[in-house]
């Protein structure tokens, strides 16, 4: 007997030259090689030094080979030994059987049964299948693994429909890209009026009133981008609903899908909608500039008549910037602009002088309000450019003067100098700005000084020289 690799001295191919080389070509053809007897004993056993895993079997030679088979495997086995023995010339198929060796031990091999002549026995040449079985074994195993994991899926697929069908809220689930619904639940159904199979080649777009799929598309990203979550306004085909879709992001394996809740507006909704939305409209298209201010003046919103009017490139050459940087009296139309929505809440006609970034001046009539919904109390300024008239609050002010203060100039004319007739001209000139000046600032003469440019006792003497005054205010009295 031979150790592991070597046939056993016993085994023996008459027609190959020399034993030597037999065991050689049986180690590179086959994984392991048994000869037995016709009885079934086991004369010698070669294992291929390529298969180190079968281990030592030398053990086996001298006994019976149908005490390492499996109990189902040795009814193949005489199976095959009784066609071998019955016709030494037969074609016997292939078989594999199962070896068992010690107690814990099991390996297929795959054998094929030669007979080599009344002397030397039966040789089974074998082909180890053990990686093949833990090939097929691997693959059961993943095939179990999958079969939970589609049946998780499952689960979570039933559940997944039961919630989203019962949602009293309408939702869609749309592909970004082309715009089509991919899944709707009933309420969207019910609202919209139609079936998930009618969208299967549709885009969603066609649900909706007046909407193309480009548009409508390009509006829902928008949308769903946006932090304001204002959502994109709609009116159903179908029923003439007034809705709103409120679209966002989400991603389900890795790609990129689109969540899209529909809110119907009641009438009094779609109303308050449409005010909104018309209001922004005139925000951004009127010709009168707009501005929105917190509670100092501090400019946070211009529209784009407020641009024009100053002359400003951006939004941003405004923004941040008190709006008294535009006015030419500055703080002293500010102070006056803040006292009176103190006061009142509003103000209304205000004449001022509005200046450019780059220095140009226009007459403009102002309107401003608190807007008390807010939380710091931001002020609402309208500004009409009314250059090309004269200013209401000045033409009120010179009317009441301006007829015979100007015929008394007249009348000077002939019986005194030039320069007497220019002095009465200013003080008539001088006189109607004082006045002007009381006037709008609802007679406060601080803030009439101060837009004079004049000291607080420089306004009461010229107040007592054109009798603007009554002594029982003067406090030099």
């Not at 103000?347 to 919904?373: C, H, P």
């Not at 939380?375 to 004269?390: A, E």
């Amino acid at each position: 007997m031979t150790k592991q690799g070597r046939m056993h001295e016993r085994v023996r191919v008459g027609v190959l030259p020399a034993p030597s080389r037999v065991e050689r070509i049986i180690e590179q053809f086959a994984d392991i090689a048994v000869a037995i007897d016709r009885t079934g004993k086991v004369k010698g056993i070669s294992v291929s030094p390529d298969s180190p895993y079968l281990g030592c079997l030398d053990h086996w030679v001298g006994r019976d080979f149908r005490d390492f088979l499996s109990e189902d495997s040795r009814a193949k086995f005489e199976d095959r030994m009784a066609t071998v023995l019955s016709d030494r010339d037969a074609i016997v198929r292939p078989m594999e059987l199962n070896h068992v060796d010690n107690a814990n031990w099991e390996f297929p091999i795959r054998y094929t049964l030669h007979d080599t002549g009344e002397d030397n026995g039966i040789l089974l040449l074998g082909r180890d299948m053990q990686p093949f079985a833990d090939l097929q074994q691997r693959l059961v195993r993943e095939q179990m693994a999958r079969e939970r994991d589609l049946e998780r899926f499952r689960g979570v697929e039933t559940r997944y429909r039961v919630v989203f069908d019962a949602a009293a809220t309408p939702m869609i689930t749309v592909d970004p890209d082309s715009g089509r619904a991919i899944d709707m639940n009933r309420a969207a159904m019910d609202l919209l009026g139609v079936k998930t199979d009618n969208l299967s080649a549709s885009a969603l777009a066609q649900c909706f009133e007046g909407r193309r799929k480009g548009e409508f598309g390009e509006s829902l990203k928008t949308a769903a981008a946006s932090e304001h979550g204002t959502g994109v306004p709609a009116v159903v085909r179908r029923t003439a609903r007034d809705v709103r879709l409120l679209p966002e992001f989400f991603r389900a394996s890795g790609e990129v899908s689109m969540l899209v809740r529909i809110e119907a507006l009641s009438d009094e909704e779609g109303t308050g909608r449409e005010l909104a939305l018309s209001l922004a409209r005139l925000y951004e298209y009127t010709p009168d500039a707009i501005v929105l201010t917190d509670a100092k003046g501090v400019i946070r919103e211009a529209n784009e008549g407020f641009l024009r009017l100053t002359d400003a490139a951006q939004q941003r050459d405004v923004e941040g910037r008190s709006i008294a940087d535009f006015l030419a009296r500055g703080s002293v139309d500010m102070k006056l602009i803040l006292e009176a929505l103190e006061k009142t809440g509003k103000i209304k006609g205000y004449a001022a002088q509005l200046e450019s970034v780059v220095g140009m001046r226009a007459t403009v009539e102002l309107s401003a309000a608190r807007l008390r919904g807010r939380v710091d109390r931001g002020i609402g300024f309208i500004l009409r450019d009314v250059t090309t008239s004269q200013p209401r609050g000045i033409a009120e002010a010179g009317a009441a003067v301006s007829d015979e203060a100007m015929q008394n100039v007249m009348d000077l004319v002939g019986t005194a100098s030039l320069k007497e007739l220019v002095g009465a001209t200013t003080d008539v000139v001088e006189k109607l700005c004082i006045e002007t000046a009381i006037r709008l600032t609802d007679n406060n003469r601080v803030a009439a000084a101060e837009m004079l440019g004049l000291s607080r006792q420089s306004l009461y003497v010229k107040l007592r020289k054109y009798g603007l005054i009554d002594s029982s205010n003067d406090p030099d009295e």
